[in-house]
């Protein structure tokens, strides 16, 4: 497919059909992450491949788990937030387990540049916390995963990329560890649902060229 297709082609995809994702195809977008930029060529990344529908499950469980525990705290004091963050997994977390691949992806914390010297030369922690707020070492994270949602869509396949769950990220890696999965200092960034998109996906709209670019 021309680069350009590719590009504008790619939507999130949330619906799959039932086709699986060819292992050669997986290990092809796999391998386009591998390959991707990253701040001072740290590859600061890993990926856990899960296919199983009963750990997709358990994933899932977990978030809503999760999910559950913070909208009862959240109930009693705005019944309307709690509704929605239940009604948010609903619509934009669970539709993973119908995913015939889930991709996880791990991060470790990196040093952005300039932190040590700041440290040697006294700067304060509030200015340590603006170079950390750049997080290289997730921007890093990011170019490897815009890789594999490209190279997907190059290969007849749609993903969709998720944060939305973070807040269970812990309970997920537990999950993972259980399985056999563990590396440490390091802990997941987002996971990448994956397959055979189902036809007519909606996207909402993007900003104009004008409202995002400023010519100086
Ligand atoms: C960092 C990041 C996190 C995202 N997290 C979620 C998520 O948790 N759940 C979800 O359904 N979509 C998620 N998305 C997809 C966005 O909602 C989607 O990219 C956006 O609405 C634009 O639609 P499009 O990707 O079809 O162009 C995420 C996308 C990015 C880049």
Redesign the pocket.
């Known amino acids: 497919m021309e680069f350009k297709d590719v590009l504008y082609k790619?939507?999130?995809?949330?619906k799959f059909t039932d086709q699986e994702v060819k292992a050669e195809d997986l290990e092809q977008i796999l391998d386009a992450a591998r390959v991707a930029p990253s701040g001072d060529n740290r590859q600061n990344w890993h990926f856990v491949v899960v296919r199983g529908s009963e750990l997709k499950e358990k994933i899932r469980q977990a978030i809503e788990d999760r999910n559950e525990a913070i909208a009862a705290l959240v109930e009693p004091k705005d019944p309307e937030r709690a509704a929605r963050f239940r009604k948010f997994a609903k619509?934009?977390?669970y539709?993973f387990v119908d995913a015939p691949v889930l991709i996880v992806t791990f991060t470790n914390i990196d040093q952005p540049s300039g932190a040590r010297e700041y440290r040697i030369a006294g700067i304060g922690q509030e200015e340590i916390d603006k170079l950390y707020l750049r997080s290289p070492g997730l921007q890093s994270i990011?170019a490897a995963?815009?890789n594999m949602t490209l190279r997907a869509v190059d290969l007849g396949y749609g993903s969709?990329?998720?944060?939305?769950?973070?807040y269970a990220a812990e309970q997920i890696a537990e999950v993972l560890k259980e399985a056999g999965f563990e590396k440490e200092g390091y802990f997941i960034a987002?996971m990448l649902a994956l397959g055979v998109p189902q036809p007519d996906?909606?996207?909402?709209p993007?900003k104009t060229f004008e409202e995002i670019v400023t010519y100086l």
């Open positions: 790619r939507q999130s995809i949330r619509h934009f977390a539709f990011g995963v815009e969709c990329w998720l944060t939305g769950s973070n987002n996906p909606k996207s909402p993007k």
